[in-house]
């Protein structure tokens, strides 16, 4: 599996607001500095950048050896805009952070930072001891220079490695389970009518005593599949636990049916959803992906024949976008929870190898149970 890392996608979960039943895009300086920074330390990574700027006698720039590492560096947030203490947990601009405090930070005086990233000005900063004294003097690139070899270090340090290498094997190990679930389930019926549901709570405090009411919540709704014929009854589910800003824990959820049994997937979706509102006493809300399909790059929701390649493609580009969404960013309020489990998936159903593809099946609805997840492991 190819998980692109150069712009990360979760940008907008964790700047959504809820008000009044609605969610809006809100400015937070924090993730746009941990966004700012998440591309330039994954493309330093990866090209193995070391120095950005080749500079003449006279210390000005004669050549600018990678121009994407350089239109990035406008884009970075002010530290100085983000108060401290951070809510939120990035290795990214943890090791962004060290390198600028290390090479850039002992030459400003005040507000330099607020010019420094986009203005670039040509005049020289300075480097004082305590009692004032001019002890280096350095141009703007010179110090751009510094701070590239200085980050290049630390990501290439083994505690930032190990933590790339732990995000890549939980997102793999998501991505693997979904997948055998989804092969499984398209082998096994001639069509399936695919849901995709977001559920969430209203105006939810941010502690732990909350996520695990809705962890639990979310448990019980799922066993009502089984038997309340209010509910479609489904063949499999994936889901994902996902934080935003303001928006809270909320579970992004697929659905699965049996396409021979049911066909208009707007109006299951919005059963499950307005199911929920009730199951939670008026306390949660959702929103109905299949009611509004054309929004939607890759469409991978709706009715998908077992031979219709080009759904089951775009389905396997969003269990890609599904397993990613944890990738970078962790609030500070999981920090006191040892063990939180971030995505499940039904059991996976055993398929009779004898039947062909395409044929009509008329299996009856395998139990849905709760088996495999990813734990996501954080540390206070």
């Not at 420094?116 to 690139?141: C, E, M």
């Not at 019926?189 to 962890?215: A, T």
């Not at 709704?221 to 499999?236: E, M, Q, S, T, Y």
Request: with cysteine; charged share 30%; aromatic share 12%.
């Amino acid at each position: 599996m190819k998980i692109d890392d150069t712009f990360p996608r979760n940008y907008t979960e964790l700047t959504v607001e809820q008000k009044v039943n609605r969610f809006t895009i809100v400015h937070n300086p924090e993730i746009e500095l941990c966004f700012s920074t998440i591309p330039i330390c994954t493309h330093i990574f990866n090209n193995h950048i070391h120095q950005l700027y080749q500079l003449d006698k006279r210390k000005r720039i004669e050549r600018v050896f990678d121009k994407q590492l350089d239109d990035l560096l406008k884009r970075v947030t002010p530290f100085m805009e983000v108060q401290e203490p951070y809510r939120f947990d990035c290795e990214h601009r943890q090791v962004f952070h060290e390198a600028f405090k290390e090479a850039v930070q002992p030459y400003f005086q005040g507000h330099d930072e607020y010019d420094f990233w986009k203005k670039r000005l040509p005049y020289p900063y300075y480097k004082v001891d305590g009692d004032g004294k001019v002890v280096s003097q350095k141009v703007w690139a010179e110090l751009i220079n510094d701070f590239i070899y200085a980050l290049s270090k630390r990501l290439n340090e083994p505690r930032f490695r190990q933590k790339l290498a732990e995000r890549q094997r939980k997102a793999e190990h998501q991505y693997e389970r979904a997948k055998r679930l989804v092969d499984a389930l398209r082998a096994k019926y001639s069509k399936l009518l695919i849901l995709r549901v977001d559920l969430c709570w209203k105006n939810q405090n941010l502690d732990e005593l909350n996520l695990k009411k809705l962890k639990s919540t979310l448990s019980d709704f799922l066993k009502r599949f089984h038997h309340d014929p209010a509910l479609p009854n489904i063949v499999g589910y994936i889901w994902k636990l996902e934080f935003g800003q303001q928006k809270g824990y909320h579970y992004h959820c697929m659905f699965f049916l049996n396409g021979n049994k049911y066909q208009n997937d707007a109006y299951y979706a919005e059963q499950i959803g307005s199911y929920w509102c009730k199951y939670t006493n008026g306390q949660g809300i959702y929103h109905n992906c299949n009611r509004n399909k054309v929004d939607y790059r890759h469409l991978a929701i709706g009715m998908a024949r077992h031979d219709d390649q080009v759904m089951f493609d775009n389905l396997d580009k969003v269990l890609v976008y599904i397993c990613k969404q944890d990738q970078f960013i962790i609030d500070k309020h999981l920090s006191g929870i040892r063990v939180l489990r971030t995505f499940q998936t039904s059991a996976i159903p055993k398929t009779d190898p004898q039947k062909p593809l395409g044929r009509p099946r008329n299996h009856s609805c395998p139990e849905i149970e709760t088996t495999e997840h990813t734990e996501l492991t954080t540390t206070s």
